[in-house]
């Protein structure tokens, strides 16, 4: 998730009667900040992957047991040619909210936008393991010659550069839903998915009211949908809450169903009957930028602010929601290495206690390796415009400033396309950030620290990392899948590549009345089987 707006909690809450209207079988959620974008080739944001969630269907979709089924394709299939073919058939009653049929060319065509880079693509490391894709990305090959085609109206054929064990839920990706080839050539590349009537879904509901700019949107059931029956819910109402205190006030009066409510907010309200702990593999850390001349480039800097950072008293105190200090970047939960039979996160945590002594000595010794040894660093930390992000900035910013002399850093919290650009441009010393398992496998989270990727925009650049990776990626056995992975992991933590701060853990106050929602561990809540009772 990845690409991305920042959310230390996705609170999902709402603007209608919520709880008291029951009857009406529709539902009142939030996002924490604005939808901008509905065009999956382009964007990777968690208002976005949510909405997307809820209205459109890749090959599969998780069920609540987080295991990929059925959706546009018929099963669930196995490779062929030694794990290097899938074949897709398309549902022959699928269609797209606007009645036009969903056929393979959708999904050939949305892929392949992808990692158009006409269209700006931000999330193309996902593609790698399918053919030529990690060619396409390095600007070798043609977008066109991804290995993925369309071999009739319904079937779908992808060929793969090498087997992937996790295959089958990384297609049950937002990025992988299919795009209704004929609307978008019909409106413009450049419209696509910029508002409700640019927008076309092939899902449980379709989007209704958005503007392009407002914070406020319906989704209504979607009556083209081929398993309609199974949709209890007739509208989803959306409304943009970045506060927590906001989001439990909405609650109280009975206009949310659904609320994730953090810091203060979350710690008065641990035994309250309506709180549901959802755990996520969902990781915050600090993105370091490490581009030349930045003061962060040098490792002993980047470990000594690590060093400091009191992660316990983080977790504990300032968001006291039942998130954990973090030791490692993959977050627990998010997969069991099948070798050891132990949790990945387990295996390869190193300790996240401060060390003030040892940071101020490899403090004074970076310093001196940049040739600042005297006088104030001058830093900065940059986040979204969130309360618990600025509540967050200010805990690391004593933590530093307290404990390594001559730092000094500025907090800048911006509105969330401010916050991009800055981070794009490479303007910020620390940035805050978090990955929210897109599938549940170690590779979503390293992947995505490789160099170049779009999604590492601190430019942490390790040759043997890097190697590592791609030795997972192409392990043939999963002995060597997994061994290559917690090497990657551990050079990752030696390198201070970046700074894990704790993992999330959802604290929510749900509607008694609300059951049926598949809250994905890795991934995004899917409402589109929910009920109220």
């Known amino acids: 998730m990845s690409t991305i707006t920042l959310v230390a909690a996705v609170i999902l809450v709402g603007c209608g009667k919520g709880h008291q209207q029951s009857s009406q079988k529709s539902i009142s959620l939030m996002q924490t900040s604005d939808l901008t974008s509905l065009d999956n080739t382009n964007q990777a944001t968690m208002p976005e992957f949510n909405t997307l969630t809820n209205i459109s269907e890749g090959l599969y979709r998780l069920n609540d047991k987080d295991q990929p089924v059925a959706a546009m394709a018929t099963k669930v299939e196995k490779p062929s040619d030694n794990g290097l073919k899938y074949t897709f058939h398309i549902r022959k009653n699928a269609k797209w909210s606007n009645g036009d049929p969903v056929t393979a060319a959708d999904f050939e065509y949305s892929w392949k936008r992808s990692l158009n880079p006409k269209n700006n693509p931000v999330y193309t490391y996902v593609f790698s393991g399918i053919k030529n894709a990690d060619a396409i990305i390095a600007g070798k090959k043609s977008y066109q010659t991804l290995g993925v085609k369309a071999t009739g109206t319904k079937t779908l054929t992808i060929t793969l550069d090498h087997p992937m064990n996790y295959f089958n839920k990384l297609v049950a990706m937002p990025v992988f839903m299919p795009q209704d080839k004929k609307f978008v050539e019909k409106i413009g590349s450049k419209a696509y998915g910029t508002s409700a009537k640019n927008t076309v879904s092939n899902g449980a509901f379709k989007i209704t009211g958005w503007t392009g700019t407002n914070s406020t ?82 490792q002993k800097l980047r470990e000594a602010i690590s060093l400091v950072i009191n992660k316990q008293q983080l977790a504990s105190k300032v968001l006291a929601d039942g998130s954990t200090a973090a030791s490692s970047f993959v977050s627990p939960r998010t997969a069991t290495d099948p070798t050891t039979g132990r949790d990945f996160s387990k295996e390869t945590s190193t300790t996240y206690r401060p060390n003030v002594k040892k940071a101020r000595r490899l403090w004074a010794e970076g310093l001196k390796e940049i040739g600042k040894n005297r006088g104030t660093v001058k830093m900065s930390i940059i986040g979204d415009d969130q309360d618990v992000t600025k509540n967050v900035a200010q805990f690391l910013q004593s933590q530093i400033e307290e404990n390594l002399k001559g730092a000094k850093v500025d907090i800048n919290n911006l509105p969330d396309k401010g916050f991009a650009d800055r981070k794009t441009n490479g303007q910020f010393t620390m940035s805050q950030w978090y990955w929210l398992a897109d599938f549940a496998d170690p590779i979503n989270y390293l992947g995505i620290l490789t160099s170049g990727n779009a999604m590492n925009p601190g430019h942490y650049s390790d040759q043997t990392y890097d190697r590592l990776v791609n030795e997972a990626k192409a392990a043939g056995t999963q002995a060597n899948y997994w061994k290559y992975l917690r090497q990657a992991e551990g050079r990752l933590q030696d390198q201070t590549g970046i700074i894990p701060l704790y993992y999330v853990k959802e604290s929510h106050l749900v509607n008694s009345k609300l059951t049926g929602v598949a809250y994905h561990v890795a991934g995004f809540a899917d409402y589109t089987r929910a009920r109220l009772k």
Do not use: C, E, M
């Open 217 to 298: 949107y319906t989704l209504v059931k979607n009556n083209y949908y081929w398993d309609k029956r199974a949709i209890k819910l007739s509208q989803i109402h959306y409304q943009t809450v970045k506060d927590a205190n906001t989001a439990h006030n909405l609650f109280t009066k009975g206009q949310l169903d659904d609320a994730t409510i953090s810091g203060v907010t979350a710690k008065s309200l641990q035994k309250d009957r309506h709180l549901k702990r959802v755990p996520k593999a969902w990781t915050y850390y600090l993105q370091l930028n490490q581009r030349r001349g930045q003061p962060l480039a040098n």
